[in-house]
C-alpha cells in the first residue's frame, strides 16, 4: 500500500511513464496528479500530509524505567523488595569483594534499580508507581508478617492508593486510577 512519503516516487514514476509516449510534464504537475490519486485537492496539502507522517514515524518511544532507588543494608533491602513487595533479583553487580552492591529487581514490568553506591540516587525519594489489581495487591501486603508496615489503602479523588516506606525512607506509591 502507498502511502503520503511514497509521493515524490510515484511523481517520477508518472513522468516516467509519461515521458515513454513523448509526453513531458514538471515534476510539480507530477505531484499535482498524484495529490489527487490521494483524494487530495493540491500538492501543497500532499506536502503537508508528508511532513505530518514523516513527524509520526519518527516519533520518541520511551521504553521502560528503572528508578535508581539509595539503599545501605543489603539484607533490609531483599527483606523488603523481595520479601514484602515480592520482587526478584533479576542480576547484581560489584566491581568487587566488599564493594557496594548495583542490583535490578522486578515484578512484572515494574524495575528497579537499589544501589547502595553513595552517588546513585538520595535517600528519601518518591515515586509513583501506575497499576492494576491493587486491592489484590494490598490483600497480598496485609497477608504479609512484615514488621514494619502495614500499608492501607487510600481513595480519594478516583484513585486507589497504597504507599509503602523502605527501611531507608524512600517512598512507594502504588496507584490505581478508578475514574470513581
Given amino acids: 500500500m502507498l502511502a503520503y512519503r511514497d509521493a515524490k516516487t ?18 510539480s504537475e507530477a ?5 489527487r490519486q490521494f483524494g487530495l485537492s493540491s500538492c501543497n496539502i500532499l506536502s503537508a500530509k508528508i511532513e505530518t507522517t514523516a513527524e509520526r514515524t519518527e516519533t520518541i518511544i520511551f521504553e521502560r524505567t528503572a528508578p535508581i ?5 543489603v539484607a533490609k533491602a531483599h527483606e523488603f523488595y523481595l520479601g514484602f513487595l515480592g520482587f526478584d533479583v533479576d ?8 564493594f557496594p552492591l548495583y542490583t ?9 534499580h537499589l544501589s547502595e553506591h553513595a ?3 538520595t535517600p528519601g525519594g518518591n515515586m509513583v508507581v501506575y497499576m492494576k489489581g491493587i486491592r489484590a495487591f494490598h490483600a497480598e501486603l496485609s497477608g504479609k ?4 508496615m502495614k500499608p492501607g489503602v487510600e481513595n480519594e479523588d478516583g484513585r ?20 470513581e
Avoid at 10 to 27: F, G, N, P
Avoid at 69 to 73: C, E, G, P, T, Y
Avoid at 162 to 169: A, S
Fill in 31 to 35: 505531484l499535482e496528479i498524484v495529490a
Fill in 119 to 121: 552517588g546513585d540516587a
Fill in 160 to 179: 486507589l492508593t497504597v504507599e509503602v516506606i523502605d527501611p531507608f525512607n524512600n517512598h512507594i506509591r502504588f496507584m490505581e486510577l478508578t475514574g
Fill in 69 to 73: 532507588v539509595r539503599i545501605f543494608d
Fill in 10 to 27: 510515484m511523481a517520477k514514476a508518472v513522468r516516467e511513464a509519461l515521458a515513454s509516449r513523448d509526453m513531458t510534464i514538471s515534476h
Fill in 145 to 148: 508478617n512484615y514488621r514494619y
Fill in 104 to 112: 535490578q529487581v522486578s515484578r512484572g514490568s515494574l524495575v528497579l
Fill in 91 to 98: 542480576w547484581e553487580h560489584r566491581y568487587g569483594d566488599h
